[in-house]
């Protein structure tokens, strides 16, 4: 079947390309543009006011199962999100590379933590959506702008790197699935804590995650471009 396709010449093209920049470049990149599509689409619909009830109506779902021990749980997930949280664990993180000798992966940590915050803060300049004022929060209402959520964008990009690299060195089957779920569940936990607080829209933190996977997948396809191409001029 492969073959087949093959002989396509629109395929074959695909193919050559395959070929030449590695499968998990490709994957990655199509991957990156596709979270860039969606989040232009977020944008344009936010701009035109398409989500307004859709946000108050998930934040006060979400906000009606508030009681004091979800109040801590949410409060210590945010926490992990935060700037000192995530320079924390980062570094913590890229102290472990350095140790192991693995000194690409701390480089390209710092990159992907790094450029994602770059990427939320331009983000919410150019955007400047002003922060959801539905109830008191239990947390200091931060006075930045709330579109894309910094929270989900940093959490995606740190997380979703190391649930890369747990599928890259973990070899037992169970273990790549217990890790991935924990990552999944780490990032998904920290954004819903953003709207259970009241500091975010629902669509603040989607687009913190689209934001988010398309620098990770576009750094992610950009270094394995680079070491394919390196492979192929030895």
Known sequence: M???FRKIPRFETLFNLIKQLGFYAVVSLAGALLFLWFFVELTENLLQN???NLDSS???WVHSFANPLLDTVFTLFTSLGNALGIVILTLVTVGIFVWRKYYFYGWLLLLVVGGGVVINQAMKF????????????????????SFPSGHATVAFCYFGLLLWLGLKFFKRNTLRLG???LMLLLIFMIGLSRIYLGVHYLTDVIGGYLSGGFWLLAL??????YRQLRRNDK
């Open 50 to 52: 398409e989500f307004t």
């Open 126 to 145: 150019l955007f400047r959506r002003s922060r959801p004022q539905m109830w008191t929060s239990v947390i200091e209402r931060p006075d930045s702008f």
């Open 2 to 4: 492969i073959n087949f």
């Open 58 to 60: 998930f934040g006060n």
């Open 179 to 181: 890790w991935t779920l």
């Open 220 to 225: 992610l396809g950009s270094t394995a471009i």
